[in-house]
């Protein structure tokens, strides 16, 4: 979905979303010409690279930047890293999430010297999966949980146990949403019609047979793709995260939910992103219960790992399951599934990290961001909008903040992201590559936001 923004038509050539076009093609130009003077190291490193590495980068996502070549890093603290030639950034990406409780929590950091001294792996249990398992329950009221390595193998598991509770074959995802590499959700509305994304390479098997899709906050839709009775569960975040982000409409979920209980359909919350709501993530702060409620990358302060956790009357069909099936492997879960390391992580991430006293911190700057942009855009008289999910904030290009996935396709502009995203970084502040989302850290500080606010106002400047 990120290429499903309309390009200008040719009676507006020279503008596009209130930016003269003309202007913002030389400014790329000239950030373009300044990025690659200002990074002899990272030039030399890319190049380097180029031999050995597969797209030149070892995961082909780092080329999803702005840059003319990669940017490569030396060190990462809290809301900040500095790359090899020596440049400060302050960090509103944050790994894409992955390090939203900052780079290296101090207290993950420790945890995981100390179980490096101890043993790695042993496929057995540690005293920190009781402890962890308990405060799973307590922080997100499901009593029974399950490890992975990453948020996109605890929702491949997820999907596997529900099929297997359930014995429905069946499930149902929103268009333009994003579990990670779960092939199931590759699926979009076209004109209407359900096709298999296009982009999901080397896939063999036709995941229409098994996949549904439906756009966001439309009710009449969801019921009439679970009234057959054949859906196991409905895989959702509970706002929209990837394409741009999507809020649900007022009593959405509570009458969604509604319906999924009314046909004897799971819901499967993916809360990878949306921890960024709280404590116990948007389903505590407004009332959903999930039947499954997966959670990956922050769980562990950066540590790879991801926890997905069960109702009590799920669990019980869960294992019933198991136990009737014959004997062999399951599908589920991998030898590094809950090795120590990751559950020390884990431990020290929900005990010292994730606390009421950092969240309220990351809401007061993600208020701040959200305001200074909002003026901003205000001031430079754009139809654009700023849209908040706790500490996640994000512009878009729209006067309104979109409804479903296929009016946040529409907004996307990769190029006008590109020339922002490039203008921020060449003066120290890093966005998220993928459209325009924005967090914030335990670790950042004002001084960090109003960074971002004044730059973003000053290119903004220069595009109008």
Known sequence: MKASWEKPGLNDLTTRHGINWERAQALVERERHAFTEAMPKSRALSERAAHHLLFGVPLHWMNDWSTPFSLYVDQARGA??????GHRYADFCLGDTGAMFGHSPAPVARALAAQAERGLTTMLPGEDAAWVGEEL????GLPYWQFAMTASDANRFALRWARAATGRKQILIFNGCYHGTVDDVFVDLVDGKPQQRDSLIGQVHDLLGTTRVIEFNDLAALENALKDGDVACVLAEPAMTNIG????EPDYWRQAQALMR??????????????SCGPGGYSRAYGLEPDLFILGKPVGGGFPCAVYGFSAELAARAQHAKRSAPPGHSGIGTTLTANMLAMSAIRATLAEVMTDAAYDHMFALAERIEAGLKSA????????CVTRVGARTEFQFT????????????????????????????????????????????????ADVDKLVSTFDACVAELT
Request: proline letters at 8%.
């Open 399 to 446: 006067p309104t903040p979109p409804r479903n996935g296929h009016e946040a396709g529409r907004q996307l502009d990769p190029e006008l992201e590109h020339i922002v995203h490039l203008y921020l970084l060449n003066r120290g502040v890093l966005i998220t590559p993928f459209h325009n989302m924005i967090l914030v850290c335990p670790d950042t500080s004002a």
């Open 245 to 248: 982000m999507v809020l649900p």
């Open 80 to 85: 900040s890293f500095t790359d090899v030639d």
């Open 262 to 275: 009314r046909y004897g359909t799971l819901l499967a919350i993916d809360e990878t992103h949306t921890i």
């Open 377 to 384: 855009i205000a001031r430079h008289g754009l139809a654009w």
């Open 137 to 140: 329950a307590r922080r997100f």
